[in-house]
């Protein structure tokens, strides 16, 4: 039988709440009660020397009570709620040293050392001016994906430039639509993909990809991802121009997994 997660603010706001309110009107009563037996000494025919006694006594017993309830209520405000307040400011600056260290990380560490080469990428080739309709997104989309255990399309030209990267839930996604419709999927086309896609996919497929040079490193990747939301995917280049042959590539998961501390 699993236990009840524990909620120590919750229960430290009761309690200091409580106390507080204790102690208050603890003060208020014995003021009034002070009050009124001043009141009921003046007003009774009493000797001049027991007045004084009585207001000597009442000032004795609160010239001991209001320094010390004082304290108590200093000290419970002080606990409870600076004790959140401190946690509270303790986890902001956590989370500013993390993503200090975290970007000094990726600073450190290089786009050549990190990235996988071109002679690794999985990718397909169409040359530079062929009809995008002649990339099936079936056979050269789904099927191939499938078959090579990625989610992801490479497509460089035949002179090695990054053209696309098509990812398997944008096809998908489309994909579907376009069925939907009564279109047969063996039939579909990156070209229809372009044209006929919705506004999100029309703006995500020429934005998919960004270029950066050899001396970059996986900080600057990470500032250009976060620079144009629907980019997942740097090559390298050279000089970082996109009409430079492809070096090698990173990933968002690539960034992902080295930004771990």
């Known amino acids: 039988m699993s236990e009840l997660p524990e909620k120590p603010g919750i229960i430290q706001e009761i309690l200091s709440n409580r106390i507080t309110k204790l102690v208050l009107w603890g003060t208020v009563f014995v003021l009034a009660t002070g009050i009124f037996f001043a009141y009921e000494a003046l007003t009774a025919k009493i000797a001049e020397t027991q007045i004084k006694l009585a207001f000597s006594i009442l000032q004795y017993v609160l010239g001991i009570l209001l320094p010390l309830w004082g304290t108590w209520i200093g000290t419970i405000l002080a606990y409870y709620y600076s004790k959140s307040n401190f946690e509270a400011a303790n986890k902001s600056v956590q989370q500013m040293v ?91 086309t990156f070209k229809d993909m372009v044209d006929d896609g919705t506004p999100e996919i029309k703006n995500t497929i020429p934005n998919s990809v960004q270029y950066l040079g050899i001396d970059a490193n996986l900080l600057d990747a990470k500032t250009l991802m976060d620079q144009n939301k629907t980019c997942l995917d740097i090559f390298i280049t050279q000089t970082g121009k996109a009409e430079e042959p492809v070096l090698g590539w990173i990933t968002n998961v690539t960034i992902m997994q080295n930004s771990i501390v």
């Open 98 to 188: 993390d993503k200090l260290t975290t970007d000094k990380k990726l600073e450190q560490a290089s786009a050549k050392s990190i990235m996988i080469d071109k002679k690794d990428l999985i990718h397909k080739v169409m040359p530079a001016g062929k009809d995008l309709s002649l990339f099936k997104l079936k056979a050269d989309g789904l099927d191939f994906l499938e078959q090579k255990k990625i989610k992801r399309v490479i497509i460089l030209d035949d002179s090695d430039r990054a053209k696309y990267v098509i990812h398997r839930d944008l096809i998908t996604s489309f994909a579907l639509g376009e069925v939907a419709k009564g279109k047969k999927i063996e039939d579909l």
